[in-house]
């Protein structure tokens, strides 16, 4: 299941079993949004980006689903693996009139269980 | 064939010293960045350069300071380290180009540097 609270928010599968983690944004002006996985002692990478023009995206065993009337993004992984296991990361990127940067959102850890 | 490398991995020092953290980018990219990750994982952005120049300062202590020697490098200098600077510090890059004063557009990703984590005693 998941938990939010002060601590970082985690999520416990089961091998084989499809994760969702989710993310809110804050700029409803933000047109490029990026999922990172960072591994124990590692910096995040790059595993799935998205532009405001779409509302869906697909990668290798990733989806992404954007939804900007709610301002909601959401990293599905099917068939989650003991390698998923990391922490994941939603960045949002403007293109003008504010924050550039790429900004990250809290992060969810993902625990994956053989 | 690192694409964005940082030194060193791990840093630990005495409150007062000054240090300094090292970055370098092969990617060819014109911006690059110091995030500074605190004990709960959150990332938040320190500075940002593009193309030497700096586009963002937020609000950190003036006991940081970065230094870009050319657009392949983002070094970031600590003078009086406190306690409260223990954190790991990532460097990235990225390609973005300017759309006006002060503002860019990113156009591909950040990459990450492998971190340094500093240590304050």
């Known amino acids: 299941g998941e938990s939010v609270g002060l601590h970082l928010p985690t999520l416990s599968v089961q091998e084989g079993d499809n994760s969702i983690i989710n993310c809110a944004y804050s700029?409803?002006?933000?047109?490029?949004f990026i999922w990172y996985k960072q591994e124990s002692g590692k910096g995040p990478q790059f595993i799935i980006d998205?532009?405001?023009?779409?509302d869906k995206r697909q990668g290798q065993r990733v989806t992404v689903l954007l939804n900007k009337t709610v301002k909601h993004l959401s990293l599905q992984i099917a068939a989650t693996q003991p390698g998923d296991s990391a922490v994941y990361f939603c960045?949002?990127?403007?293109?003008?009139?504010?924050?550039?940067?790429?900004?990250f959102g809290r992060g969810t850890s993902l625990i994956v269980h053989p | 064939d690192t694409a964005v490398s940082q030194t060193p991995k791990y840093l630990v020092t005495q409150m007062g010293n000054d240090k300094s953290i090292k970055c370098e980018q092969n990617?060819?990219?014109?911006?690059m960045y110091w995030y500074k990750q605190d004990s709960k994982k959150f990332l938040k952005i320190m500075f940002s350069?593009?193309?030497?120049?700096?586009?963002i300062n937020e609000t950190v202590p003036n006991r940081f300071s970065p230094k870009s020697p050319d657009k392949a490098h983002l070094n970031l200098h600590i003078n009086s380290l406190e306690l409260g600077d223990s954190a790991v510090y990532f460097c990235?890059?990225?390609?973005?180009?300017?759309?006006?004063?002060?503002?860019?557009?990113?156009?591909?990703?950040?990459?990450f540097g492998q971190g340094t984590r500093l240590t304050v005693v």
């Open positions: 350069y593009n193309n030497k120049e700096l586009i």
């Open positions: 990617l060819g990219h014109d911006t």
């Open positions: 998205i532009r405001s023009n779409m």
């Open positions: 990235a890059s990225s390609q973005g180009r300017p759309v006006g004063r002060g503002l860019l557009l990113l156009k591909t990703e950040a990459f």
């Open positions: 960045a949002e990127n403007l293109s003008s009139g504010g924050s550039y940067i790429p900004t």
């Open positions: 700029n409803s002006a933000s047109d490029y």
